[in-house]
Every structure is written in structure tokens, then in C-alpha cells.
């Protein structure tokens, strides 16, 4: 039997994919916190605001291009555009310890946004597809953890810096990425029946999906009102999200008077390890409640969010290490049980022909906000203070908060089983009707 026909390969594939989450988020976290380390060589980065768009360029460019990736990822295979993904951004991380010139910089960190872009929409739908309802919160949520170590990784990039160099720093994660892309080639595999991988699965398929238009797909994803209400909380949560990821290290270096090579380290393991206990908490508690209550993942999702809005505050408004601390583990786990649910709850309204596009959007949309608050919070950072900023931002999540309780009303827990439960339902009509 191949690999990818055993019972456990499914755990296989997210595996594989939680070591590419992993490097996905590292790769573009540690320049964040190697930035007084680049500045010693390339003055520019000293500016804050020249620093904040450096990171937003990035963002711009994902958020541009992640609906389009998350169409291709519909109709292709999605095992190439990881791999490729990951080749191309490993590539750019090596390429960046060359850089001597700020606009160096810009430009390999805009193709980095175009290469990465392409990965998360394909990972979370063949994730997704594997895991068709049991298992599927936690799957996802787990696949999510790669990111959050990721993230963690990525802070300790002012230490390693500082003891090695930021040049070596990028040429040896790079290729490690590069090498890693290579052994995907053997081990990851498309889910049957999908894309490219359908014309040969096709006799063992009994009813292959019938293929749609981009145009078709977009008609029925915007006519959807539920999808706009999850693209709206999904793109409110990654206000704070991206003012975590790129920020937080530098609020705690600044509220707690601490060096970056502590300050780094400190902020992205805070988030990283409550987010993983968030998410193996968010996770089973939503896989177990859906099949109580069809909203239990919404349920599970609301109730991070709401985590979220008060440990902003907490954050943004703290001087002390400890109290930092704890209002950064509790946002963490808010964010890992909010996390861990967003592609099944999508699945809940969405089917999987048109997920990874839909998906795309979503993350699009988070990643723009996230550009314009990674930018905006540049330039005020010295009028209004980065701590204020933070505790505003739980504003907005009170808003998604109730739209997301009062809105959602899911008929079940995979669109492609109520459709198929329709069919078959206006099949046995079709057939009285005759009948009679």
C-alpha cells in the first residue's frame, strides 16, 4: 500500500506542513527583531517609519495576490504550490543576507510576500480536505502551531544575530527552506479527486465535481451574507494579530526598558506558547461541541475572540513584566482557539470547491489590515504610543464579537454534506413526482 493510502497519512500531511508553517512565519518574523542588528549596516532602518513600511510591503504584496493564489489552489495542485512556495520565499530569505541598500530590502521582501501568499490558502483546503468533519478543528489548529513556533523562532533573530550576524542568519535558514522544499517532493501528496490530480483519480471516483469558473466560484462565495460576516471578524482579529507579530517586541522593549535581544525573545514566546494552548484547547473543545450543536465551533471561536479584547488592553497599558506577561498568555490563547476554528467554520458555509479561494480573500483582507496597522502604527508610535494603540484595538473585536454570535447560522458542519443531503432530497422529489 502507498504512503498516502495508510489511514495515518492524513496526520502525515500536517506534519509535513506544520515544518513549512513553521519556516513560512520564521523567515518573515526574524527581521522584525534583527532590525538594530541590520541598521549597523543599512542606516535607513533606524527610522521608524521607514521600518514600518519595510514590513508593510510585505503585507501589501501577500494581501494583493492571496486571493489569486487561493484560486489557482482550487483548480491545481496544491502540493506544487507548496513546494514552490517554499523554494521561491527559502530562496529570498538566502538572497536578503546579501543586501547592502534599503530598496534591496523592499524588493526582495515584496517577492517574498508574492511566494508565501501562495502557501496558506493551498495548506488549510488539503488539510481541510483530508479531514472531512472529525478531527478537522484540531488538525488545522496543530498546522497553526507551526506558525506560532514559527513566530517564536523568529524572535530569537536579534540573539542569533548578535552572536553570529544577521547576513549568516538569512543564508542558513534559507537554506534550509530550499532543502526542505526538496524532501516534500517525495513525501506530500494532492488529495485525490482534487485539480490537476482528478483526470487520474477519476475511476476512483464514482461522482467527480463538476469544475466552476472563477466567476462562478466568486458569484457564490459574495452572494453568501455568512462569508461576509467571517471575512469581517477574521479581518478585525488580525488588527491585533499583525500588531503582535511585528510590534509587540517592541512595546515590550520599550514599557518594560529592556534590550531587543530579551525584549524579542520574551514577546514572541509569550504569544507562540499560549497560542498552542490555545489551539490544543480551541481545537477538541470544538470538535467535540459541533456534533452537540452545530454553532460549537462558532461558539468556540466567539469565546477567544472575547479572550482577546480585554488582554488588549492589559497589553497595551502595562509597565509591568509581569502583568505584560500574563495579558499576553491570555491573548495568545484567545488567538489560538480563534485560529483553530477559522477554516472550519468556513467549511461550515463554504464548499470545497471553492474553499481555498474564499480562504484567499479572507486572508487577503487580514493581511491588508494588518499592512495599514503595521504602517499606522509606525508613524504613531511616537505621537500617540504604541501602548494606546494596543489597547484601542479591542474596539473593533467587540463589533465581530456579536456579529459573528448573531449572524452565523449554520445548517451543518461541512457544506458539501448539506448539498449533498439536498441533492439527494430534490432527487427523491423528482422521482415521487414521476411517480405520480
Not at 519595510?54 to 503585507?59: E, V
Request: contains cysteine.
Amino acid at each position: 500500500m502507498k504512503l498516502q493510502e495508510k489511514k495515518f497519512y492524513p496526520w502525515v500531511v500536517v506534519g509535513l506542513l506544520w515544518v513549512v508553517a513553521l519556516l513560512n512565519y520564521m523567515d518573515r518574523q526574524m527581521l522584525s527583531t534583527m532590525q538594530m542588528n541590520i541598521a549597523n549596516d543599512i542606516q535607513a532602518l533606524k527610522n521608524a517609519e521607514a521600518f514600518g513600511a519595510l514590513m508593510a510591503i510585505f503585507l501589501w504584496v501577500y494581501g494583493f495576490f492571496s486571493p489569486f493564489s487561493g484560486a489557482v489552489a482550487d483548480r491545481v495542485s496544491r502540493k506544487w504550490l507548496i513546494v514552490g512556495s517554499l523554494g521561491v520565499w527559502s530562496a529570498v530569505t538566502y538572497l536578503m543576507g546579501y543586501c547592502n541598500d534599503f530598496s534591496q530590502l523592499m524588493w526582495l521582501r515584496g517577492i517574498m510576500g508574492i511566494s508565501e501568499a501562495l502557501y496558506i490558502p493551498s495548506a488549510l483546503s488539503l488539510i481541510a480536505d483530508f479531514f472531512t468533519g472529525k478531527g478537522r478543528s484540531l488538525a488545522i489548529g496543530m498546522h497553526m502551531t507551526g506558525l506560532y513556533c514559527g513566530q517564536a523562532l523568529g524572535g530569537f533573530g536579534a540573539m542569533v544575530a548578535t552572536n553570529w550576524s544577521w547576513q549568516a542568519t538569512f543564508h542558513w535558514f534559507g537554506i534550509i527552506g530550499v532543502a526542505y522544499a526538496v524532501v516534500l517532493i517525495f513525501l506530500l501528496y494532492e488529495k485525490a479527486g482534487h485539480g490537476e490530480s482528478k483526470k487520474a483519480d477519476a475511476a476512483a471516483t464514482s461522482a467527480p465535481k463538476s469544475k466552476e469558473s472563477v466567476i462562478q466560484s466568486l458569484a457564490v462565495v459574495f452572494s453568501n451574507v455568512a462569508f461576509w460576516v467571517i471575512l469581517f471578524f477574521f479581518a478585525s482579529s488580525s488588527i491585533p494579530g499583525w500588531a503582535t507579530k511585528n510590534w509587540l517586541p517592541t512595546l515590550f522593549k520599550d514599557n518594560l526598558n529592556m534590550g531587543m535581544e530579551w525584549a524579542g525573545p520574551m514577546a514572541t514566546l509569550t504569544i507562540a506558547v499560549s497560542s498552542f494552548i490555545g489551539v490544543m484547547l480551541g481545537g477538541p473543545l470544538s470538535d467535540k461541541w459541533v456534533k452537540k450543536n452545530v454553532k460549537g465551533r462558532i461558539y468556540t471561536s466567539a469565546i477567544g475572540l472575547g479572550m482577546m479584547i480585554p488582554s488588549l488592553v492589559l497589553i497595551g497599558l502595562a509597565h509591568n513584566a509581569v502583568l505584560s506577561v500574563l495579558a499576553g498568555l491570555l491573548f495568545g490563547i484567545g488567538y489560538g482557539m480563534f485560529d483553530a476554528n477559522n477554516m472550519p467554520i468556513l467549511c461550515q458555509f463554504v464548499s470545497s470547491r471553492q474553499r481555498a479561494m474564499a480562504y484567499g480573500f479572507m486572508n487577503s483582507l487580514g493581511v491588508i489590515m494588518g499592512a495599514v496597522t503595521t504602517q499606522v502604527l509606525g508613524g504613531l508610535s511616537e505621537s500617540l504610543g504604541l501602548g494606546k494603540c494596543f489597547a484601542l484595538m479591542g474596539v473593533i473585536l467587540v463589533i465581530a464579537l456579536a456579529l459573528q454570535l448573531i449572524v452565523l447560522k449554520p445548517k451543518s458542519d461541512d457544506k458539501d454534506e448539506e448539498e449533498s443531503s439536498e441533492q439527494v432530497k430534490a432527487e427523491n422529489l423528482a422521482a415521487d413526482t414521476i411517480e405520480v
